[in-house]
């Protein structure tokens, strides 16, 4: 198989992967092998989880309680990606569900959900969003799978952050080049915060910029949706301080 194979079937699962192991498969995973995909008893596949990178697999066994891979030898080492937290105030079912899926393509390592004082959308589905992980690193061949942490409000956040890790908000009021705003920035980890539908209240954004270790960025002069927002900043901090450089 090609080492970037985007065209075999791609299954997430939680096992350690080394040739000559037996992954045992959820009842839902067998199903989809077997009823939805159609495989066969011998189908090969492509498997990761996230930490020791991807593998051909074969189904070796199939029954009503669900089945066994073996897995056979490896196509890709394990990525790291870039170094990026994405903290995003929840947003309403299917926009986020978008939102989660994109930025997990985008190569985010840690997804917070963050309740601000405008957050229409409190309760959060952490279980939802895993599956929307997954489900996303599965159809675009990404082998890092975020981590999905619980919601935290952001003052909760801002009082407890480490400095060392510089968050750039998405500042609907702010002027200036995003570009050149990246491109100041000392090479570290980073965050990036994208506020509710309303935007950041008064008070959470003076709060923001008062801090060091926070950057306001502009998007440009139209107002975008937030997730829409969450893909335009990614992709700007990749291009610019993110894995898409080539040096």
């Not at 065209?7 to 009842?27: I, K, M, Q």
């Not at 992980?133 to 909760?156: N, S, T, W, Y």
């Not at 400095?163 to 050149?180: K, T, W, Y």
């Not at 980073?190 to 923001?208: D, I, W, Y």
């Amino acid at each position: 198989m090609a080492i970037r194979d985007l065209t075999s079937e791609r299954l997430f699962v939680d096992a350690d992967l080394a040739a000559g192991n037996r992954v045992e498969l959820e009842p839902a995973q067998a199903h989809y092998l077997t009823a939805v995909l159609r495989l066969k008893l011998g189908a090969r596949l492509l498997v990761f989880n996230g930490r020791n990178g991807e593998w051909v697999a074969t189904l070796s066994e199939t029954h009503k309680r669900g089945g066994a891979l073996t897995i056979e030898s490896e196509v890709r080492p394990q990525e790291s990606g870039p170094d990026v937290d994405y903290l995003f105030a929840p947003l309403k079912r299917s926009r986020l569900d978008y939102m989660v899926q994109k930025a997990t393509e985008m190569g985010v390592a840690r997804l917070r959900p963050v309740i601000t004082e405008r957050t229409i959308a409190e309760r959060v589905n952490s279980e939802r969003m895993q599956a929307n992980v997954i489900e996303a690193a599965e159809q675009c061949g990404v082998l890092r799978v975020p981590e999905v942490q619980a919601p935290v409000r952001l003052d909760d956040v801002l009082d407890t952050w480490d400095a060392s890790r510089h968050i750039l908000f998405c500042d609907e009021h702010g002027e200036n080049d995003p570009i050149a705003t990246l491109q100041k920035l000392e090479p570290g980890p980073l965050a990036v915060l994208v506020g509710p539908e309303g935007g950041f209240s008064p008070r959470e954004r003076e709060r923001l910029i008062g801090k060091t270790f926070v950057t306001p960025l502009s998007l440009g002069p139209r107002i975008m949706r937030a997730d829409t927002a969450a893909v335009a900043v990614l992709a700007l901090v990749n291009a610019t301080l993110g894995d898409w450089r080539r040096d």
